[in-house]
């Protein structure tokens, strides 16, 4: 497993010299977009952070500093989340940073509820998501093994040799005070694992998502895309600089809008992306039924499952004998027949 090197940034950073940040080798960055749910609680920097980043080509993530007290408001968080993101091109993950003291005095099961929820609704909504939190939130605050394994884990843990739970990016500051050329003053350092062969992946996740039919491509036949016009991401998804598009190969999304070759891609309209053509590739139906057998993970719902798969929840409930759509477990296996 290779490894990146990031840092992320709030409008505590002030002006970031982003010449000095890309001659610095910064590989990512993940950029504060909001807090609570209120309107002005956007970052006062998010836009220009995340312009500045990208015409650098430094992809980016983003995270939300989280007050929830509840599910409900988890919801509420996510929803302003996404307004204050909306339109913007992320590569990596939306996290939900999880510290405030507020919510820890909720309890554990309040605040597990609460980080699953954000990234539940995030996911629904097209997003890559995850969760920032440290060791002692993970061995106090949460139940651990809900959120390890399962969801992307962004783990701030300073003044250690290596993490101490399995994560995908680690807030590791070195001495406690980190700094970088093109930032006046203090700065998180990151470091974002990526595995060198993502074959093993795919192979684990063959149960969680569709897989269709492989369709040859025609070379000597380029696509026009239109808006309205239903896609996929071809797989592999790597973009020519090297760094990942996050989003999961296979899904469904909807063109909405198109010019030249750059095609800004979503779900039920809300934007997830903006990817160069030769990346996508046009969803022909042939209306043939089709059936797969889904596992349950922890965290699905109904309406995300039958999202995936372009059916319905009524659908699903009917050929599974599911009297009850709002209760599903982890680890069940569900028929889905579409077509």
Known sequence: MKSKKGIDVSYAQGNIDFDKIKKSQVEFAIVRSSFGWEKGQKDDKFDRNIKGFQSKNIPCGAYHYSYAKSKEDAVKEAKYCIECIKGKKLE????????????????????????????????????????????????????????????????????????????????YNVGGNGSIDGISGRCDLD?????????????????????????????????????????????????????????YPNEKYTVIEA????????IDGQVTSAINAKYLREVVRDNKKKTYTYTIQPGDTLSYIAQKYGTT???????????????IYGGDKLKITVG
Do not use: H
């Open 92 to 171: 990596l993950p939306v996290f939900i940073d999880l510290e405030d003291s507020a919510t820890a005095a909720q309890g554990r099961r309040v605040c597990t509820d609460i980080a699953k929820t954000f990234c539940d609704y995030m996911k629904k909504a097209g997003y890559s998501t995850g969760i920032y939190i440290n060791p002692n939130w993970l061995n106090n605050y949460v139940y651990k093994d809900e959120l390890i394994g399962k969801y992307t884990i962004w783990l701030a843990q300073w003044e250690s040799e290596k993490p101490a739970f399995e994560c995908s990016l680690w807030q």
């Open 191 to 247: 470091i974002m694992y990526v595995k060198e062969d993502d074959k093993q992946d795919d192979k684990q996740s063959a149960d969680k998502k569709p897989q269709p039919e492989k369709k040859p491509d025609d070379k000597n036949k380029k696509t026009v895309f239109k808006v309205g016009m239903e896609v996929e991401v071809l797989d592999p998804i790597n973009y020519d600089n090297g760094s990942k598009f996050i989003v």
């Open 259 to 266: 010019v030249g070759d750059r095609i800004v891609i979503g």
């Open 313 to 327: 929840v009524e659908k699903i409930a009917k050929e599974n004998n599911i009297k009850n759509p709002d209760l």
